[in-house]
């Protein structure tokens, strides 16, 4: 008598009961009640899949009650299962997976308790053995991050206080999505997929100028260059007459400003500039001929230019050439007022900054 009973139809009576009581009552359970439900259902659903049904329930009480322990000690089975075996292309099972992975973050200790929830499904070894864990998980991440941004720009279009409030209210999740990602590059077998799936499908426009896809350390922005000699890096094929510059060297402007001012005002890198000589000229030529539309873009590249010689060199000779055109027209020598479009007040040339070796 004190073994218990095993047979495989005793898992499914309970779930029957269960299942009717959602159908007919679910709206009208109690936060007890459901309490109830979940805690019998927790060690059969160990054993047996979950139904769509089930989902539905736990999904809502997932959002009810994200600060419920029930969510983070009961749910944990079910969740790793419909992870470890795919079957989170099911919607109601996909939309739980989002509701839960939300719920530990909104927690007091939300961030270790994602840590930890992560690191399990992972494993201890240092390969992690069910490959569709991980791209279940980025998928799940990166679909919920573009709607929120989609969702954003249509209610910011229609009404911009109430996206506002949306704002506030959609924080703490986007936060919970983005962390995930974050704790899965900590994993060496796991780092590399998150950039391959964001080479291929990136984030919207919308999404990249927001601070928290923002990342200001040196580590981030050195990965423009090259690591091999020979091999041309993402700074290369922004070069005027790259394979990739299709805005008039506005990116290389943006990149070789960053570099400059933070990591690599360096004698190595400052000499490697005049392999993109014509470039530097070419920006030259845009601020000579005033092509750029506004005035901070115009002080970026007088920066960048003033930080190497070659480039400092030839904007001493812009320099030169305008105040000689100015006191051309101030004398009144026959030039008529037509070149005034092209004199502008431009900040002298500067000493080059020195360099670190």
Sequence with gaps: MAIPTEDVQNDYFPLEITFGILQTQDNDLSQVNRKNIIEALAPILERKYTSPIICDFFSQHCHEGQRSQIVIEMFIPTVEKILKYNTVKISQMKILIQKYLVAPYSQNDGLNLLEEFIKQLHGPTMICPLLRVLSNLISLCFSRIYYFFENRKKICFEDKQICQKYEENTTSA???????????????????????????????????????????????????????????????????????????????????????????RRKRFLLSINKVLPALMTLCAMLDLNA???????????????????????????????????????????MGMGVDQFIRVIPAPTQPPTTKT
């Design 174 to 264: 986007l936060e919970s999505f983005t962390q995930v990602l974050q704790i899965i590059s900590t994993f060496d077998d796991w780092r590399c997929h998150p950039g391959l799936i964001l080479q291929s499908v990136p984030f919207t426009h919308e999404t990249l100028p927001n601070a928290v896809f923002l990342n200001t350390r040196c580590e981030a922005h050195r990965t423009v260059l090259s690591n091999r000699q020979n091999e041309k890096g993402w700074f290369e094929m922004f070069c005027l007459n790259g394979i990739t510059c299709n805005d008039d060297g506005e990116m290389l402007l943006l990149i070789l400003d960053k570099l400059i001012s933070c990591c690599y």
């Design 292 to 334: 750029l539309e506004n005035h901070a873009n115009e002080l970026q590249l007088i920066s960048t230019l003033q930080s190497t010689s070659m480039g400092l060199k030839i904007y001493t000779e812009i320099c030169e050439r305008l105040n000689t055109l100015k006191a051309i027209q101030q004398k009144g020598v026959g």
